[in-house]
């Protein structure tokens, strides 16, 4: 039996709705023909975006979406994306593929589009390839509402206002593929960089006190799963000059990088390392923290898991180079997992970039041609968003492990020391989270991440006067259940029934391998 003790009046902090952002990269299909067919398509669209897509995400809410990568952000020069179309430099996307990138959706494109969805855009900028003057003029050209040339040039191009733009990245995994730096070198870059960034004062803000008045978030580029160094050293130098550092992570549950693993056909031991390696990421965020709090005590620095989720072998027949992989209802529990250590790490955790949205690793949304399918992992986005700028309440869990004795040889993510390795063998078998919400509804979260037990569940609700209970879940037989184009409907959520309240203690029994979330008034 497992025990809750939900403390509904024992606040832990707002859960930053932004903890439920997205990333969506020029990468294979996820701008094009994932997003964006352009308006000549016989593709329903919306000034080129496609309509169905757009329509499934205005359903997720989805906070902020990062763009335009990724690697590819750190060879991306706006200058070429901005204009009439015929016109915009074509480049070739050497990280992706060695396709031709025509340009046709650039800054203007992806603005138009965070509208559209209703996001708020995260724009990522070039350090690595580009210039301090490029990245200042972007920054002009983005937010400057008086008269220059970049003001006359946005114009020009349709967009006399400025937009609202407050996530700002400065650069992309600038230890690989966004320059190769040493961490001392990137924290010096950085701090040159971020100088040039400017708060421009707008008419608009000048009676809002200041905490209203629209600024940039500078976010400087974090570390490699477990490279601590990193941390250490951009903190040291840096962080005085930043409000956030990313940090990325994929859950790769094969052996060597070369061989992650099929997304859809895998075993019971593939299964278990794969949960095992997503719940790593509480691990990572504890770890990078504690740093973090060496040099910002009052955590004025946020973490910001701007690129996460799971990295499985393409599907057979894919161009290797776009990332395609299905997505099953290990995804989903992947995705439930990684939300619930997000919004538990809300007191240095602000913003989480699942990666990515469309087409690419572990997509939401699902296209070929005018079809489209969505994903577990889209369910599992769209029953946990009641927790988006919720107040997070205090949970205690008692659960019992998942173990199994799998064998670890990779060394390519870690685990490199015998003591991990011994770690990696067991989880705990629930992972949970609880919320109340602006009108007083709790909600509480739960991922059974075994893929053979059930659960039974007890939990005691303090603090809160509850008098209904209700629930959906997210699970299916087969381990590797997913929604193709032929049947888009295999995987989704259903009520959960056998629940039962009574004085405030709430009983069921949470299945094998799914996913809940209860909702109590
Ligand atoms: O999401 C795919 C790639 O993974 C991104 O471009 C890069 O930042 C990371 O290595």
Not at 106 to 130: K, Q, R, V, W
Not at 262 to 284: C, G, H, P, Q, V
Not at 446 to 454: E, K, Q, V
């Amino acid at each position: 039996m497992a025990k809750l003790i939900v403390n509904a009046d024992i606040s832990k902090g707002k859960i930053n709705k932004e903890i439920y952002g997205q990333f969506s990269e020029h990468l294979g299909r996820c701008i094009y023909g994932g997003l964006y067919v352009g308006e000549d398509s016989e593709i329903p669209n919306i000034r080129g975006m496609r309509l169905d897509v757009v329509e499934a995400l205005k359903k997720l809410k989805v906070p902020v979406l990062r763009w335009p990568g990724g690697c590819f952000a750190d060879e991306y020069h706006w200058k070429d994306g901005i204009g009439p179309k015929e016109t915009r430099k074509r480049m070739v996307n050497t990280n992706w593929g060695g396709v031709v990138e025509d340009n046709s959706f650039g800054t203007h494109e992806f603005l138009d589009f965070c509208e559209i969805i209703g996001a708020d855009p995260y724009i990522n900028a070039n350090l690595g390839s580009g210039t301090v003057q490029e990245m200042m003029e972007w920054v002009e050209y983005l937010t400057f509402d008086g008269e220059s040339p970049m003001t006359k040039l946005r114009a020009e191009n349709g967009h006399p206002e400025p937009w609202n733009i407050k996530w700002f990245g400065i650069g992309n995994e600038n230890w690989g593929c966004g320059g190769n730096m040493t961490p001392e070198y990137y924290a010096n870059e950085y701090r040159r960089y971020s100088v040039f960034c400017k708060d421009y004062y707008r008419e608009a803000d000048k009676d809002k006190p200041k905490e209203e008045q629209r600024k940039l978030f500078r976010i400087a580029g974090g570390p490699n799963i477990d490279d601590y160094k990193w941390t250490e050293e951009v903190m040291k130098i840096a962080g005085p000059h930043a409000h956030g550092l990313s940090l990325h992570y994929y859950t790769v549950p094969g052996d060597k990088w070369e061989e992650k693993g099929s997304a859809t056909d895998f075993d019971e031991r593939d299964w278990f390392i794969t949960m095992r390696k997503a719940y790593r990421l509480k691990e990572l965020i504890d770890k990078h923290s504690t740093i973090m709090d060496k040099y910002d005590p009052k955590k004025r620095v946020a973490l910001l898991v701007d690129e996460y989720g799971t990295w499985f072998d393409v599907e057979p027949g894919t161009n290797p180079g776009f990332l395609y992989q299905q997505n099953t209802l290990r995804d989903a529990l992947v995705a439930g997992i990684s939300l619930c250590i997000l919004m538990n790490s809300n007191d240095r955790v602000k913003m989480g970039c699942i990666a990515q949205m469309v087409n690419v690793l572990q997509a939401m949304i699902l296209t070929e041609g005018d079809k489209m399918v969505l994903t577990p992992t889209y369910h599992v986005f769209e029953m946990f968003n009641v927790h988006q700028d919720a107040t997070r309440v205090s949970l205690d869990i008692e659960c019992d492990e998942y173990s199994m004795d799998v064998k670890y040889e990779n060394t390519h993510q870690g685990p490199h020391r015998p003591d991990d390795r011994k770690a990696m063998k067991t989880m705990p078998q629930i992972l949970s989270t609880a919320s109340v919400d602006a009108n007083g509804a709790l909600h509480i979260s739960l991922c059974n991440a075994s893929h053979i037990d059930d659960a039974e569940l007890c939990l005691d609700i303090r603090g809160y006067n509850a008098s209904s209970v209700s629930g959906r879940i997210l699970t299916a037989d087969a381990l590797n259940t997913m929604n193709d184009f032929d049947q888009p409907d295999a995987i989704v959520p259903n009520e959960f029934t056998g629940l039962t309240l009574k004085d405030g203690k709430l009983s069921c029994v949470l299945p094998a391998k799914s996913v809940v979330v209860l909702e109590v008034k």
